[in-house]
C-alpha cells in the first residue's frame, strides 16, 4: 500500500449505531488530519494530530472521537450521528518541518439514516 | 476564516486561459492549491510562502500577494486534464493548519 488509505469508502448507518473509520499513511509522515466534505461547501479542518497529540479540535460535536494510536494510524469514532452529519469524510497526512503538502486519502462516503 | 475563491465555476475549450482568484481577510503565511477530480481525493499541486513568490505546476502557475492577502492560480493553454475543482488552502500562521475555500469547478472541453 502507498500513501494515505481509508476504509471502509462507503459506510450507511443509522443515527443509533457506533461505527469507526480508519486512515492509514504509508509515508512516514508525523502529523495526520480529519477533514469533512459537505456538498457545495468548503473542506472543513475537523482534527489535527501533531507527533500523535491532538493539536486541534474545531468544535467539533463530542459524537465525533479521533483517536491517533501512532503516527501511522488514525481513526474516527462515530456515535449517534445526525443526518446532518452525511458527508465524505478525508484523512490527510503532511511531515510538519520539512513539506507542508497534505496527502489526501481516497475519503469515507458517509450516509447517516 | 476561510478564504474566499472566485469564480465558482468555470467552462474553457482546450487551449484557453483562466484565473482563480483566492482571498483573505487575514494576513497569510502560505496559501496552497490542490485539485480535485470528481470521486477522487484532493492531490496537492503547490504551496507559495514569500509574498511575491510564483510557482508552477506543468502549465499551471500561481502568485501570492501578501499585502492583499491573494492568491490567484493560472491555468494557461487549458487541458483536458485540468478538469476538476480547484481549492486553495491557507494558513494564517507557521501551524500547519489549512481553511479552504469553496472550490472552483473548471470544466475543459475539446
Not at chain 2, 481525493?41 to 500577494?65: C, D, T, W, Y
Not at chain 2, 487541458?79 to 491557507?90: A, I
Request: aromatic fraction near 10%.
Amino acid at each position: 500500500e502507498t500513501g494515505v488509505t481509508q476504509t471502509p469508502r462507503h459506510l450507511v448507518m443509522g443515527m443509533t449505531n457506533k461505527k469507526s473509520l480508519k486512515c492509514e499513511q504509508h509515508l512516514g509522515h508525523n502529523a495526520m488530519y480529519w477533514y469533512k466534505q459537505s456538498a457545495k461547501k468548503p473542506l472543513e479542518l475537523m482534527f489535527v494530530y501533531n507527533f500523535k497529540e491532538q493539536t486541534e479540535n474545531n468544535s467539533v460535536p463530542s459524537r465525533f472521537s479521533p483517536e491517533c494510536p501512532n503516527s501511522s494510524h488514525l481513526f474516527l469514532h462515530l456515535h449517534t450521528l445526525q443526518p446532518e452529519d452525511s458527508a465524505l469524510y478525508l484523512c490527510a497526512s503532511s511531515q510538519v518541518g520539512t513539506s507542508y503538502e497534505q496527502y489526501f486519502g481516497p475519503g469515507t462516503r458517509l450516509t447517516v439514516t | 476564516q476561510q478564504p474566499v475563491q472566485s469564480p465558482q465555476a468555470v467552462i474553457l475549450r482546450e487551449g484557453e486561459d483562466a484565473v482563480i482568484n483566492c482571498s483573505s481577510s487575514k494576513a497569510l503565511y502560505s496559501v496552497h492549491w490542490y485539485r480535485q477530480k470528481h470521486g477522487e481525493a484532493p492531490v496537492f499541486l503547490m504551496i507559495l510562502l514569500k509574498g511575491g513568490e510564483q510557482m508552477r505546476h506543468e502549465k499551471i502557475s500561481a502568485s501570492f500577494n501578501e499585502k492583499k492577502q491573494q492568491s490567484s492560480l493560472y491555468l494557461t493553454a487549458s487541458q483536458l486534464s485540468y478538469s476538476g475543482t480547484y481549492f486553495c488552502g491557507t494558513e494564517r500562521a507557521n501551524d500547519y493548519k489549512l481553511s479552504f475555500g469553496a472550490g472552483t469547478t473548471v470544466t475543459v472541453r475539446a
